[in-house]
């Protein structure tokens, strides 16, 4: 974003319990480019700020200790606009596109924020309590940064509201359903990139039957048939489903009622084991990072690899029966995209459905990684939220 052009510019927040990432793209013509990306990481404790180029590279970094701290997510933002200042300089902010965990069962879609809609959004917070109230923070922080400029919200849940009854409800009593207690899925930005992205390369994919494995920290998976969600792993919360970097990921729920009626767990220490203390680095007690886990070679390390991979194999099986087979397995996140050996572990057994790694495509995390020939294509594709919280924003700034 140069100084002497007059650039309109478009920022996306992510705002997380700890931590705010952004990226700023520069709007041309009806296209967006990504100018810079960074974010501000351990808020409340002793903050770190970066800032990088389109190219990945550092321009900007810095450590706060705690006495010097800025405050809160307000505070983070601050520090981001300062820094972003004279990078934006000539640039005028159109409309500001945020990340929002729940948008429950009304919201299907991104939606410019508005009193009105910052009401339903908090009378949401009882079902994200980790999540929703640090989003809302971020839009609140950004509306006194920027007053009059068009905010967004983009949901997580939004793209699972194409599921049939059948595959969102729990097999309760439907008054349970009926005061909101269903399935509503998440990871729902990175579904729709993966799918927009598929579907502008090859049109046949866009039509396809695909189960997309989102496996960064948090990981679920998702059944999708002509573009739209049919099921996925994760539930009435990001704990469901497959286990995660800290998270376990799904549980009998007798678990839980044994963990508080005879352990005597408070439920808030249960919170805290489910959420932070189990998975990937519970299990392995190394890490919550795969590259850890595998360096580490520890018998428990090996064990909490193999779980993972078989829970994640099992319900890559179930996805597709869940949409009468399978046509593409594409794989994405951190986890997805990198880790080479755990790919491995995970297609290792799946030949029955078509499912066979080329080996050398694998381990070098080529695009394409399924033997050639087989029924079932096998996919790697970077995923992208923030790219995709922006093509909404400016898709409803350009209505409005
Ligand atoms: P988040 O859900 O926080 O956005 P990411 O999608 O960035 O997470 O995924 C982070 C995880 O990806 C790491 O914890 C690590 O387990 C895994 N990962 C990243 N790079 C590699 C790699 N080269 N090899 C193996 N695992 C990797």
Do not use: W
């Amino acid at each position: 974003m140069s100084p002497e052009a007059k650039t309109d510019a478009l920022l996306v927040l992510n705002a997380g319990s700890s931590s705010l990432k952004f990226a700023v793209f520069a709007i041309e013509g009806r296209g967006l480019t990504q100018r810079y990306d960074g974010q501000m990481e351990g808020i409340g404790a002793a903050p770190h700020f970066i800032l990088r180029d389109a190219a990945g590279a550092r321009i900007a970094e810095r450590q706060f200790v705690a006495a010097e701290a800025p405050k809160g997510h307000e505070g983070a933002l601050g520090v981001i606009l300062e820094a972003l200042k004279p990078l934006l300089d000539g640039a005028t902010m159109r409309a500001i596109g945020h990340r929002v965990v729940h948008g429950g069962r009304d919201l299907s879609a991104p939606v410019m924020i508005t009193d009105a809609i910052m009401a339903k959004l908090r009378a949401l917070v009882p079902l994200a309590p980790l999540h929703q109230p640090h989003n809302l923070a971020g839009i609140e922080a950004a509306a006194r940064h920027f007053p009059g400029v068009a905010q967004i919200a983009c949901f997580d849940t939004a793209f699972h509201r194409t599921q049939g009854h059948a595959a969102a409800t729990f097999a309760l009593p439907p008054r349970f359903f009926d005061q909101g207690i269903l399935r509503y899925g998440f990871h729902g930005l990175s579904y729709e990139y993966i799918t927009r992205r598929l579907a502008a390369e090859d049109a046949a994919l866009g039509r396809a039957r695909l189960v997309v494995a989102h496996l960064g920290n948090g990981a679920s998976l998702c059944a999708i048939e002509g573009g739209q969600s049919r099921a996925t792993t994760m539930g009435f919360t990001a704990l469901d489903g497959v286990p995660m970097g800290t998270r376990s990921g799904q549980l009998d729920p007798g678990v839980v009622l044994h963990m508080l009626d005879s352990l005597q767990m408070t439920s808030s220490e249960i919170a805290h084991l489910l959420y932070h203390d189990s998975g990937l680095k519970g299990m392995s007690g190394v890490s919550q990072d795969v590259r850890a886990i595998e360096a580490a070679g520890t018998a428990a390390a090996e064990a909490a690899l193999d779980h993972f991979a078989f829970r994640v194999r099992r319900e890559i099986g179930a996805l597709a029966a869940s949409i009468g087979g399978m046509d593409a397995l594409v794989f994405t996140a951190g986890i997805g995209e990198n880790a080479h050996g755990l790919r491995a572990r995970i297609c290792a057994g799946l030949g029955f459905l078509g499912i066979n790694l080329d080996p050398e495509a694998n381990a070098a995390n080529r695009p394409e990684i399924g033997r050639a020939g087989d029924p079932v294509r096998v996919l790697i594709r970077p995923t992208d939220e923030e790219a995709m919280i922006a093509e909404h924003a400016l898709a409803l700034v350009e209505v409005a």
